[in-house]
């Protein structure tokens, strides 16, 4: 597994780079726009590609793409998988450009259905549909830009495509501080910096490409087998393996209903979950999928459960410290990283809500991330699909019953619900049906990890007392109390696994 480990720790490190990038990116768009009707319009329109870049770009698309590249790389050769990346390439491209074309046109209906709040605020809704023309063409780029990714995974080239985020936030940070100032609407530079990162990103993944001869040419094809076998999979892999994003877009669509800012309040919460999800289960998910895909091709039962049993271990080491850090750490989180003129108390207090919320449910999106390439990896596409549409369907109705007494961070609660349901019956098909079958120490381990956390969290819980507190402090001191914390914390939990009991060993394959 040393190879596994070193390939964790090139993607988690230059996927933390982008996440502190994606940080300052955050802290800039609030300090310079605050969260108010303008800000909602944007986040609706940029959510509507990247909803549909992590449904079928990074989602459906990797998990149904790598397992056939992989087959193809090892029956066929180089030649063999030039052909296939040539007329996939094509395909792919010229059903983007047709979606691409109709989402530009169709731009005022998809802000009608995805925020259909915006309906009585005509002014909001045509900056929101001004927007989403500049924003939907990321789709395109960043589509294109997953299939080169996927490429250099199956090459185990993962440094690359995990390094190439932070472009996205780099454009986003310069056109909010240099571009917005010369717009006569601020705000639109925010959409125009989304379609500079998407033709960005593609750029950067080229030249990796062509170093290892697999540059392609596009060339439409539908009657490769490969290309046939991919959009076979890609169908059902849609529910199976972006139920946390199909989850995370109703909560925009319904909070278009609430109070102005609930949208831009579940957006920052969402970015701050989402920095452990991207950091380590992203990592995992990306480096274990060729790995297991390899494991199924050679037929090796055994090795393809030990793969999934040891990244399972490692997302709750890091997954359960990290939702209770992030719960106990919800308000001084959104009040260092956050609070501005722009950003006020409230903001800050609602913001805390959500996040507190989505903490409940961040292990059950970590074990999603690692449990669903158990099914693609064996293009099991069925089997996820049922899971995932009775997840979507409870987190749907705890929704609309959360958010009447809760409000916004009802919503994050019924996405976390959903989550932890879908996370839990993915484990339960894989162990009924002997695909992961768990070494001994499982209860042992859990038990230490639970430990641990609690008395991490209580320590941070208590110490860093009424987020009211940290709202009269200066940023330079809201900054230090909360590093400083941070690292207690981690301290406590790193200690008290060495005083339980834990050790490397209980962690590795054997």
Not at 195 to 221: C, D, K, S, V
Not at 319 to 334: C, K, N
Not at 377 to 388: E, F, G, L
């Amino acid at each position: 597994m040393t190879s596994l480990v070193a390939s964790i720790v090139t993607v988690g490190g230059n996927t933390l780079l982008s996440r502190i990038l994606g940080f300052i990116r955050d802290l800039v768009v609030a300090r310079v726009f605050g969260a108010d009707a303008d800000t909602d319009a944007f986040f609706v329109a940029f959510k509507i590609p990247n909803f549909m870049r992590r449904l079928f770009a990074e989602g459906a698309f990797s998990m149904a793409f790598v397992p056939v590249l992989n087959e193809y790389h090892r029956q066929h050769g180089l030649s063999g998988v030039k052909g296939f990346v040539d007329d996939m390439a094509g395909t792919l491209g010229a059903a983007l450009l047709l979606v691409t074309a109709l989402g530009i046109i169709g731009a005022p209906l998809l802000i009608l259905i995805f925020a259909p709040g915006f309906t009585d605020d005509v002014s909001q809704r045509e900056l929101a549909t001004a927007m989403l023309r500049l924003t939907f063409p990321y789709l395109l780029f960043i589509s294109l830009t997953a299939l080169a990714g996927g490429i250099l995974n199956t090459y185990e080239r993962f440094g690359i495509p995990a390094l190439t985020p932070v472009l996205l936030n780099l454009s986003l940070i310069g056109c909010a501080l240099w571009l917005a100032p010369l717009m006569h609407k601020p705000i639109m530079a925010l959409a125009w910096g989304v379609l500079i990162a998407g033709i960005a990103q593609l750029a950067f993944q080229l030249p990796f490409l062509m170093q290892i001869g697999l540059l392609p040419r596009p060339r439409f094809n539908l009657d490769d087998p490969g290309v046939k076998r991919v959009i076979g999979l890609m169908g059902p892999a849609v529910f199976g393996v972006s139920v946390a994003q199909i989850s995370l877009l109703l909560d925009t669509l319904l909070a278009s209903f609430l109070t102005t800012g609930s949208i831009s309040w579940l957006y920052y919460s969402d970015r701050l979950m989402e920095f452990p999800l991207g950091i380590l289960a992203a990592a995992l998910g990306t480096v274990i999928l060729p790995r297991l895909s390899q494991r199924h091709a050679t037929n090796d039962p055994a090795a393809f459960s030990m793969t999934l049993d040891w990244a399972l271990r490692w997302g709750l080491l890091l997954g359960i410290p990290s939702a209770v850090g992030l719960l106990a750490l919800a308000g001084p989180l959104m009040a260092t990283l956050f609070h501005s003129s722009s950003f006020d108390a409230t903001d800050v207090k609602m913001a805390s809500a959500s996040l507190m919320a989505y903490a409940l449910g961040l292990t059950g999106f970590m074990s999603i991330k690692i449990l669903a390439p158990g099914y693609y990896a064996r293009q099991d596409m069925q089997t996820p699909v049922r899971i995932a549409v009775i997840a979507l369907l409870v987190g749907m109705a705890c929704k609309l019953i959360l958010m009447i007494p809760l409000g916004h961070a009802g919503l994050a609660l019924g996405t976390s619900i959903a989550a932890v349901l879908n996370a839990g019956l993915l484990l339960h098909a894989l162990l009924k049906a002997r695909i992961l079958r768990p070494r001994p120490g499982w209860i042992a381990l859990l038990i230490r990890i639970l430990t641990a956390g609690l008395m991490m969290g209580m320590l941070v819980f208590i110490g860093t007392g009424r987020t009211a507190e940290w709202i009269t402090m200066t940023q330079v001191e809201r900054l230090w109390q909360l590093v400083t914390w941070i690292a207690l914390g981690g301290s406590v939990y790193l200690g008290g696994l060495f005083v339980l009991g834990l050790r490397p060993r209980h962690l590795m394959a054997h």
